[in-house]
């Protein structure tokens, strides 16, 4: 049941903290720094890796693609869909991941299969134990979000940062005591943006717009994605979310006062520099701007609104920025009476392509 909760998906949100819990067990060492992951001791460095994935799984794939990037191994993301045509050659020495929750959809299956014919060496990063994923990959690693009922992804999106935040270091040889610190710092994190009321309040303020822009920029990316994908499937307002350097090159033409911009600003100096003269592009409309943030005092200076979150390193406090995300759209479709969990038109997975 729901436990209490009025719907599955923010029971879920509220699990995220146990669900990363479970996703850590026994996979990192504090005392050594250490990172097992049996799973890929078979498996050697990859020259390139090449992530599939749709939806929800994409943003996460795009998230683990720049982290292992960061680490030194050459990687992209690609839309399952697109894998076909967008495909790069896949040389010898290349793993292609599939990032999926289900382990079913269909345009992730096919993109495997394709990669897994060309003789590339297969990944799968899936929740369901025993899934098409599982099976058909030559690796698995389950993320152990447990079942999430929602049709709108929350818990296993962070599940999937998580894996694959462990995945990137441990394919990189680049495990170190400060990032298994930082890993185990995550659960706190999501309790401490969960005991906030802030969102909701945010939701109400903005409950009238018409549509919602997301920007982020490096890691905070995905999460602008993550964050429109969310508030367009449960709200159905019109949502968009993309990096924020992209901007001014079109979607600024869309902002006006009517028109919230949800900014998550993390990262290093130079990054949220950046995004804070998006922001002052943006205020200079008379967007509201709502700053999602590790530096409030800072980085939200110039925003309408703030949600906090707590430091936790350049490559770890994007999963807690988008957990504010999540909030803020559930209160969204709450306020306005949708369908939560199970939106219009969609279905949990995705079996047709
Ligand atoms: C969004 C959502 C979908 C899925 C997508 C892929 O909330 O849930 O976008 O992420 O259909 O599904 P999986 O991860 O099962 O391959």
């Known amino acids: 049941g729901k436990s209490g909760y009025d719907h599955y998906m923010l029971k879920e949100i509220h699990e995220q903290p146990a669900a ?42 795009l998230y683990g693609a720049q982290l292992l990037r960061d680490h030194g191994i050459a990687a992209q993301a690609f839309l399952a869909s ?37 003789g590339a060496t297969t990944l799968a990063v899936t929740n369901v134990v025993g899934s098409s994923a599982a099976r058909e990959a030559d690796h698995v690693v389950y993320i152990r979000a447990g079942p999430e009922i929602g049709v709108a992804a929350t818990k296993t999106f962070a599940s999937q940062q998580v894996a694959l935040a462990m995945v990137a270091r441990v394919l990189a040889g680049s495990e170190t005591q400060s990032a298994v610190e930082s890993l185990r710092a995550i659960p706190d994190g999501i309790q401490q943006v969960l005991d906030e009321s802030l969102a909701r309040e945010v939701a109400e303020t903005y409950l009238g717009a018409e549509a ?73 409309r008379n967007a509201p701007v709502i700053a999602v943030t590790d530096r409030p005092e800072t980085a939200g200076a110039d925003a309408t609104h703030v949600l906090p979150v707590p430091p ?36 949990k997975s995705v079996t047709v392509e």
């Open 20 to 61: 990363i819990r479970g996703c850590l067990r026994e996979r990192v060492e504090e005392l050594t720094g250490s990172i097992e992951l049996p799973e890929l001791t078979a498996l050697a460095r990859p020259a390139r890796v090449q992530f599939v994935a749709c939806g929800t799984s994409y943003h996460a794939a």
């Open 82 to 118: 697109e894998y076909g045509a967008d495909r790069v050659p896949v040389p010898a020495g290349t793993l292609v991941v599939g990032v999926t929750q289900s382990g079913e959809t269909a345009d992730t299956m096919r993109a495997l299969r394709e990669a897994a014919a060309t």
């Open 212 to 284: 919602y822009f997301f920007i982020g920029r490096g890691l905070d990316a995905p999460v602008a994605r993550e964050g429109a994908l969310k508030m367009k499937e449960i709200t159905y307002k019109h949502a968009e979310g993309f990096a924020a350097g992209e901007l001014k090159h079109g979607p600024l033409a869309l902002v006006t006062e009517e028109t919230p911009v949800f900014a998550t600003i993390t990262g290093d100096d130079d990054a949220v520099a950046k995004t804070l003269g998006n922001v002052r592009e943006v205020r200079a």
């Open 312 to 347: 936790l390193g350049r490559e770890l406090t994007p999963v807690l920025a988008n957990v504010q995300l999540q909030l803020v759209s559930y209160w969204s479709a709450n306020l306005l009476g949708r369908s939560i969990d199970k939106p219009r038109n969609l279905a």
